[in-house]
């Protein structure tokens, strides 16, 4: 039984997380999570009291972030802002969390001795052409193109400095992108999720010709407990389950899914600096560690994801007008 302090454990993929843990290990977890717009406490609804503990507070808060770090095993580094349009409209909060958050958690776990896993991203790596055979891997350059991958790759930097110079204990991983239940309405699936069940269109940015390598959140927790557990100090694991789609199928298979005709979505603007395609080489993962992801048909995922949503319009419904307002005003 180990004590965990799972960072931004309300959001989507670490709430995500703490289910898994809470279900297949007998870790206890406190959750730091500053609860801005994209923390949900209800994501966190239904777990046992005395294994799962909110504490509400920033991880810049040096002094907090000290406290916890005392009566704590191993931290997992989830808390983050983390939607790339949002970065393009104010990149500050990125700066904020992502660098100045991720410093002050790496300042104490050099003081206290304590192992660190940091979660990041394949946006760092920038992106590939869609005919490329190329996929990325560890040692892949970095070249983030929006605010938030870019401060994404300043918080990789970091962690490996910290490692070398300092000689804290961390791994961390790249992972590609998530899909899954408690993931907020600004993001493209549960946006045309929700969309369908109000009535409205979905809305695909530019051509939809965009390819993104999905993976679903469970399978991210398993690969994330696994480095937590077996990972080599200091390395990088790259996270992903060989699910490249583009934007339009994916768009076409949630209309299908739902009931309705599969052209039935607008093409809107796109994003600025949108990324062409990502798509990850897990094999060090695989083969060092002997991961292997549990949900390997997307489809079905898609379909216990709708399902989800359908059964839960409480826990989104309130953020929906806001996010679709945002959009609006930028003609997406
Ligand atoms: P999210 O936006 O759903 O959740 C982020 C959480 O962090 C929220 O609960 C928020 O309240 C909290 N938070 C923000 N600023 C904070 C601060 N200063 N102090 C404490 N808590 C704070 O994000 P997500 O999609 O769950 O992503 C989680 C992590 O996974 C991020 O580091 C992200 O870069 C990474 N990641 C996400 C994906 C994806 O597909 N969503 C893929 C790869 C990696
Ligand atoms: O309404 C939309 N229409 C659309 O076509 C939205 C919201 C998005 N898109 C496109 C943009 C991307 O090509 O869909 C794709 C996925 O978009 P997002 O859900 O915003 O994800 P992405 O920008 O790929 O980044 C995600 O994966 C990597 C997460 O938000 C990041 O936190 C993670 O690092």
């Not at 989507?12 to 801005?36: A, E, M, P, R, Y």
């Not at 991880?59 to 997992?76: G, K, N, Q, R």
């Not at 958690?105 to 991203?121: P, Q």
């Amino acid at each position: 039984m180990a004590r965990l302090l799972v960072t931004g454990g309300a959001g989507f993929i670490g709430s995500n997380f703490v289910h898994h843990v809470v279900s297949q290990t007998d870790h206890t977890v406190t959750v730091l999570d500053k609860l801005t717009y994209a923390g949900n406490r209800d994501s966190l609804a239904g777990l046992p009291e005395d294994r799962v503990r909110l504490v509400v507070g920033s991880i810049a808060d040096a002094d907090l972030v000290d406290a916890l770090f005392a009566e704590t095993d191993a931290v997992v580094h989830y808390a983050a802002e983390s939607h790339n349009d949002n970065s393009l409209n104010d990149p500050r909060p990125f700066l904020d969390t992502n660098i100045i958050g991720t410093y002050t958690l790496l300042e104490a776990a050099r003081r206290h001795g304590t192992r660190f896993h940091h979660i990041s991203t394949d946006e760092v790596y920038g992106d590939l052409d869609l005919d490329d055979p190329a996929r990325f891997t560890e040692s892949t350059p970095y070249n983030p193109s929006s605010p938030y991958s870019s401060t994404k790759a300043g918080s990789d930097l970091l962690v490996r400095a910290w490692v070398r110079s300092f000689g804290v204990r961390a791994t961390i991983s790249n992972c590609s992108n998530n899909y899954g239940p408690y993931q907020h309405v600004e993001k493209f699936i549960p946006r045309q999720i929700t969309n369908v069940l109000r009535g409205v269109r979905p809305k695909v940015y530019g051509t939809g010709e965009n390819v993104r390598d999905w993976i679903h959140a469970d399978d991210h927790s398993s690969a994330v407990l696994t480095i937590l557990e077996r990972g080599e100090i200091g390395q990088t694991y790259l996270i992903g389950a060989d699910g490249e789609e583009s934007n339009r199928r994916v768009v076409e298979t949630i209309l299908e899914l739902m009931g309705e005709p599969p052209d039935a979505y607008d093409l809107v603007a796109d994003r600025a600096g949108h990324d062409l395609r990502y798509a990850i080489d897990a094999t060090r993962l695989r083969r060092e560690l002997g991961w292997r992801p549990r949900f390997q048909d997307f489809r079905a995922g898609l379909a216990d994801t709708i399902a989800w949503y359908r059964d839960n319009e409480a826990w989104w419904a309130h953020a929906k007008d806001g996010v679709e307002a945002f959009y609006a005003s930028k003609g997406q």
